[in-house]
């Protein structure tokens, strides 16, 4: 499994843009990327995933360059409800083993 | 549709006592998982089952915990005796196992166990 580093911690501003990029060098032809969020008191829960170029939906868009060596996930006008802990994760095709780094906390200020 | 049960909710034991956790997945979702989660890490995978079946216990310090699934729907999580190392959230996480892909995790609230 392709190990990945990501910020520790970032701060925003309600109503920007967010983005977190997560670098994963060793990235495997048959890996997808996959980003959980986690809030205080609860388990991860599934945001977005993708394989490459740009995939979006109501919650996030995740940025893939052709290199795949790193991914972006954009949060679009946040809000204080987004203060969580962000986890980028890299997986196997067929292989549904997931390995939690230590994530980014997501800190919004209003 | 009802998502990932678990509980209890939080727990205080002593050390060296035994402690149980349990966990209902979603309906018809044959993989479970149980993770440990140590406060400001990430979610660390202890056993994962594919029905009542284990696919992966790698990580489970097995002189002290032990997990089942004998029907292959609910499971439990044991641990005894209890450390203070063993202070953390356990998470349970379920899903169908049969996509191809890397299929997303549905995971419960956690149970948070506090050894003193």
């Known amino acids: 499994l392709a190990k990945t580093t990501q910020p520790i911690s970032m701060d925003s501003y309600e109503g920007q843009e967010v983005n977190i990029t997560c670098s994963h060098n060793n990235i495997a032809t048959n890996d997808y990327i996959t980003w959980y969020q986690q809030f205080p008191s609860q388990g991860p829960r599934f945001i977005i995933q993708?394989?490459?170029t740009k995939v979006t939906n109501e919650v996030a868009s995740l940025f893939i360059p052709a290199d795949r060596k790193s991914s972006t996930l954009s949060l679009p006008r946040v809000s204080l409800s987004d203060t969580a802990v962000y986890y980028c994760l890299v997986g196997d095709r067929g292989d549904d083993k997931i390995i939690f780094g230590k994530g980014t906390r997501l800190h919004i200020l209003p | 549709e009802a998502g990932v049960a678990q509980s209890p909710r939080y727990k205080i034991i002593e050390k060296r006592q035994s402690v149980a956790f349990w966990c209902n997945p979603i309906?018809?979702?044959?993989?479970l998982y149980w993770y440990q989660q140590i406060l400001g890490q990430g979610p660390k995978l202890l056993i994962q089952?594919?029905?009542?079946?284990?696919?992966?216990d790698s990580q489970l310090p097995k002189d002290r915990f032990s997990a089942e699934r004998l029907k292959g729907v609910d499971s439990t999580l044991k641990i005894q005796p209890a450390k203070l190392e063993d202070s953390a959230v356990y998470l349970c996480?379920?899903?169908?196992?049969?996509?191809?892909?890397?299929?997303?995790?549905?995971f419960g609230p956690g149970t948070r166990l506090l050894v003193l």
């Open positions: 309906s018809g979702h044959a993989t």
């Open positions: 993708g394989y490459k």
């Open positions: 996480a379920s899903n169908t196992g049969t996509q191809e892909y890397q299929e997303t995790q549905y």
């Open positions: 089952f594919q029905n009542n079946g284990v696919v992966d």
